[in-house]
């Protein structure tokens, strides 16, 4: 009985915050340094194709800035909290959807172009990855922002600071 009651407290949370369906994972990011505004939302949505993930910024700097999913569930330390990359085979880092998980890693989600305006969308559906089971699930994990571009080289593409982060959850 405690299960249903959490579950309909969680329906209930996401009719008042904008919908969130059940067995969707999502994570607030928000800004890793001192008075930063930068804030946003990652969506982790399973479907038959994937795992669809859609990331939304505001207040970020403009241009293109590495993306990743790193491998613990924490933002402290100005993000270094969330590790590594998450890499569980420990293969060379690169971008997942086009290099597949033998030549890139597991988190490598790439670059979000960030507008003039500070905001930013990234939707992208990656075959490799799950919620919630498996070797390939992101569940429990952080998503983090990154000052610079990820240009793909060793070992972690070079994306400089970690300027947002944010912890993935899963609705029950
Ligand atoms: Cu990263
Ligand atoms: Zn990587």
Redesign the pocket.
Known sequence: MRGHRRTWEWVFAGLLTGCVPLGQGMAALQGTQAGSTLSGTARFTPMDGGLRITVTVAQAPPGRHGI?IHEQGGCGDSGNAAG????PDGV???LLPKDGLTR??A??LGNIEIGADGSGTLTLTVPALTLRDGPYAVAGRSIILHEKA?DFGQ???NAGGRIACGVIAVRP
Not at 84 to 87: I, Q, S
Request: hydrophobic letters at 10%.
């Open positions: 990743h590594g990359h998450f890499n060379p880092h690169g890139a890693h988190g490598d990820d070992p972690t593409g």
